[in-house]
């Protein structure tokens, strides 16, 4: 088999019927100037199932998580709220409101945060290992991690239950979360980058972190720590030669780049960066082009400050836009978010980008304006997984989409979900029971009625 044959798919996240603006995610600006506005899940849904269909159309192996259940009516039950499921939704709703946005929250649908993944190339197993992602820092993602477990092992065909470990026939492993403390604190994909040279060629991985374990940090949250990264690498057994360490500036950070897939994004032999995406930027690239060596060679794409400023460069999106190796193209193409061409500097940028003879040839702009809205671009919405044909073959069918199963999930979401939804909606414990169904008629689609 060429290493040729072997293609990263993207898995986005299907937008799920309680998408709304809680405001719950600290740092993150976006979801802190929205909350409270009324949201359009089924709008939201649509424009994501947009984005899958055009990169079907390009010839792309294209894939789909489908959403949690929602709600989750275990941290209420937690929190001490008894009775029949509206009974609980009923009392939650007077006496923790934000408890109950917590267990409404849509936001797997950024799958980036689903998982670390390392391909089969780069794994001493030989295996590809996907580590389900803890989420710590935030309530509610942190209640996401067991059912992404199950969800993610049973579309890698890695069959059991939560705890079991895999057999030695699996041709995937997916583990289980880091253990549930800041120290561990673990964001997934969106903090990390792989590099090669073509994606079945073995290659280089990038862990960012934005503090040590235990460290005290001002500011808004650093969510991702240097033991958490360090610990995923060593479980996928990473070769250490071939793997990089690097801190994010503090400054990205505190301007709201909550992860950094934010200031940061990178395919083949391309990183493409903001000039304030890193605590020490001269080291980090002399760590990659070590660690590259033999492998291939780095090509970096810095966006100085002066002609993006880092607080357009995050209000855009520029970065959190996927770099993708389009069929029949010999440069790279930037997947951006319609808000970068709406900001003057990155529209200017991005013109100038494509008109010069780099790596990147081609900027396509596409709407998720919904996600946006909530603070995920193109680049949260979707885990990159780099699979050999082999491994493309033994992952559940029900997941990889064509336009007739896209032109399914569409009616699915026109016929059940909302295009309208305020934070009071979520008191209505009839809406709790349109997700499930909503949710159920998804499942159907791809074929995983065992979640339902």
């Not at 492998?295 to 880092?310: N, S």
């Not at 193109?378 to 032109?407: W, Y």
């Not at 029971?433 to 159907?444: G, K, Y």
């Amino acid at each position: 088999m060429s290493s040729s044959e072997t293609v990263e798919v993207n898995f986005d996240g299907l937008i799920g019927p309680s998408h709304n603006y809680g405001g719950m995610s600290d740092g993150n600006l976006a979801s802190q100037n929205n909350a409270g506005d009324v949201s359009n899940p089924r709008e939201a849904a649509l424009q994501g199932l947009e984005k899958m269909r055009m990169l079907v159309r390009a010839g792309f192996v294209q894939g789909v998580i489908p959403p949690l259940e929602r709600p989750n009516l275990t941290i209420l039950r937690d929190a001490g709220f008894a009775g029949t499921d509206s009974e609980v939704i009923a009392d939650a709703a007077q006496a923790e409101p934000r408890l109950l946005k917590v267990a409404y929250s849509a936001s797997s649908m950024w799958t980036a945060n689903a998982a670390t993944v390392s391909p089969s190339a780069d794994t001493r197993s030989g295996k590809l290992h996907l580590t389900i992602a803890n989420l710590s820092s935030m309530l509610h993602r942190s209640l996401e991690h067991e059912d992404t477990w199950d969800m993610l092992s049973l579309m890698f065909e890695e069959l059991g239950m939560y705890n079991d470990p895999p057999t030695s026939d699996d041709p995937f492993d997916v583990e289980l979360a880091l253990p549930m403390h800041a120290d561990f604190s673990d964001e997934g994909a969106a903090n990390h980058v792989r590099l090669c040279s073509e994606h079945g060629a073995q290659g280089v991985e990038l862990f960012v972190y934005g503090r040590e374990a235990g460290e005290s940090v001002t500011g808004f949250p650093a969510r991702q720590t240097r033991l958490a990264s360090e610990s995923v690498a060593r479980g996928h057994g990473l070769r250490p030669e071939r793997t990089v360490f690097a801190r994010q500036s503090a400054k990205a950070i505190n301007a709201g780049a909550f992860h950094n897939d934010v200031v940061c994004v990178g395919t083949l032999d391309t990183l493409f960066f903001h000039e304030h995406a890193f605590e020490n930027t001269e080291a980090i690239l002399s760590d990659l082009r070590t660690a590259a060596d033999g492998l291939f060679e780095l090509k970096p794409v810095m966006v100085p400050d002066a002609e993006v400023p880092l607080a357009d460069a995050i209000k855009s999106y520029l970065f959190n836009s996927q770099l993708l190796q389009w069929p029949g193209e010999d440069r790279l193409v930037l997947l951006a978010p319609t808000e970068t061409q709406e900001t003057e500097s990155t529209r200017a940028y991005c013109e100038r980008l494509v008109q010069g003879n780099g790596p990147i040839g081609r900027v396509q702009y596409v709407d998720v304006r919904q996600s946006m809205r909530n603070g995920g671009g193109p680049a949260c919405l979707r885990l990159r997984v780099v699979m050999t044909p082999e491994e493309r073959a033994a992952c559940h069918q029900g997941v990889l989409l064509d336009e007739s199963k896209i032109d399914a999930l569409q009616d699915v979401v026109r016929n059940t979900y909302r295009d309208r939804l305020s934070a009071a909606d979520l008191a209505d414990p009839a809406f709790a029971e349109e997700c499930l169904q909503a949710r159920a008629a998804l499942l159907r689609v791809l074929d995983l009625e065992t979640l339902i």
